[in-house]
């Protein structure tokens, strides 16, 4: 049966974490995969979140199945947290929310559904755009292509490009868009620009299919749904996938959510059935535990409060580090102004170095950075920071 099979080559991002994990460097760094660290290098659980999934275990009575959709509150009270409480009020039945293993499994039951709605749509990702959206989103069996995003000369977006771009996609096709914080790029819209996208996107009758996984790492929690916000106002359609993996650090449960907006409340309940079949052709339904654990927290007052205290706390520090970073290059050398870097939102951000630096300072220094050049800026610390300054600057002024 499987005699014919040949070995994959590894995922690129958690191949290259493989890689440094092996390196022997004593000094090495890993700036490569989208993990949260704190001053000590750990990625530690939020308290709020400690504390929701005990008072979760203590109260639970049955570990029998959930209601497929996930966990109720989960549903309630994420749907808010992206909306927020009037547009969610609002909308009322035209909006639904399920419960998904992840952003991941959000972005697939997106994907899925669209399948099922319109097979010929094509869905137009930003070029560039996370790497895991091509196979995840193209095994649903959807086509993607690109439409023109970023600037590698200014590092930050080709507005006019992105918008003679969007106007060019046939009506009727999906465009994809990162709710906040662009990964790889870290350079997002500004609200006036959303506003624009917004319009033609009305216009044009493009479906936008918003991927929210960093809700809170950029300009604050209610700033980051500014887009998906204004988006689900204005327009008739839009789906969402949303992760819990970095704003509550439950990366390991699993925990995310597609929500669909439709005109009606019957295409809605037909769109929320398509969902629901396609996750119990696959994995039937989402684990409950990291949901069950965000909807504990986000219902109560105490534990809310405390969650967004330490979650302003992680993007503060991450702001910091991203000045610091920048202004550290700027500092040591006169080759590349990185001012940008400070500019940049969320964890990711490109360096805008050669590629063959970028391999120089893993081979030479145990510094891994992709090669796209795109680093996590919550791979930096206090303690590391000095060290990364110094030696980008030697191998970029070689
Ligand atoms: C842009 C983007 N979307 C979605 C995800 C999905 O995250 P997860 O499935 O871990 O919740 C990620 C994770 O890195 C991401 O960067």
Redesign the pocket.
């Known amino acids: 049966m499987f005699e014919q099979l040949k070995t994959l080559p590894a995922d690129p991002i958690l191949g290259l974490n493989q890689t440094f994990l092996q390196d022997p460097n004593p000094s090495k760094i890993n700036l490569s995969v989208?993990v949260y660290q704190n001053a000590e290098g750990l990625t530690p659980i939020f308290s709020a979140v400690k504390k929701a999934e005990q008072e979760l275990i203590d109260a639970q009575t049955t570990k029998s199945y959930a209601p497929q959709a996930g966990a109720p509150d989960f549903i309630e009270f994420a749907t808010k947290l992206l909306l927020g409480d009037a547009i969610t009020q609002a909308l009322g039945e035209r909006a639904a929310t399920v419960m998904t293993?992840?952003?991941?499994?959000?972005?697939r039951m997106g994907a899925e559904l669209l399948k099922q709605s319109k097979p010929s749509a094509t869905l137009w990702v930003s070029d560039p755009?996370?790497a895991?959206?091509y196979p995840l989103l193209e095994s649903a069996g959807l086509t993607l292509k690109r439409y023109t995003y970023y600037s590698s000369e200014t590092h930050g977006v080709d507005f006019d490009g992105m918008l003679e771009s969007l106007s060019q996609i046939p009506e009727g096709d999906v465009v994809l868009l990162?709710g906040c914080c662009h990964?790889p790029t870290g350079a997002d819209l500004s609200q006036a620009q959303w506003d624009q996208v917004i319009t033609l996107l009305g216009e044009r009758n493009l479906l936008p299919f918003i991927?929210t996984?960093?809700q809170g790492f950029g300009d604050g929690l209610e700033q980051d749904a500014y887009g998906l916000r204004q988006a689900a106002t204005k327009l008739p359609e839009v789906l969402i996938?949303s992760?819990?993996?970095?704003n509550f650090g439950l990366?390991r449960e699993?925990?995310?959510a597609v929500t669909v907006v439709t005109q009606t409340e019957a295409q809605t309940g037909a769109a929320k059935s398509h969902i629901l079949s396609a996750a119990r052709r696959s994995y039937s339904m989402s684990p409950y535990h990291g949901g069950g654990i965000v909807g504990h927290l986000l219902g109560r007052e105490n534990l809310r409060a405390e969650w967004q205290a330490e979650l302003e706390n992680v993007r503060k520090r991450m702001n910091k580090l991203r000045h610091g970073l920048a202004t550290g290059l700027n500092d040591a050398q006169s080759k590349i102004d990185f001012s940008f870097v400070a500019d940049s939102k969320g964890m990711f951000c490109y360096l805008g170095i050669p590629t063959q630096d970028v391999l120089t300072l893993r081979s030479e220094y145990g510094l891994y950075l992709l090669e796209s050049t795109r680093f996590n800026v919550a791979g930096l610390s206090e303690k590391n920071l000095p060290v990364i300054v110094e030696r980008v600057a030697e191998v970029i002024t070689r």
Do not use: I
């Not at 992760?243 to 970095?246: D, L, P």
């Open positions: 989208g293993p992840g952003g991941c499994g959000a972005l755009t996370w895991n959206h990162h990964n991927d996984a960093y996938a992760s819990c993996s970095k990366y699993r925990v995310g």
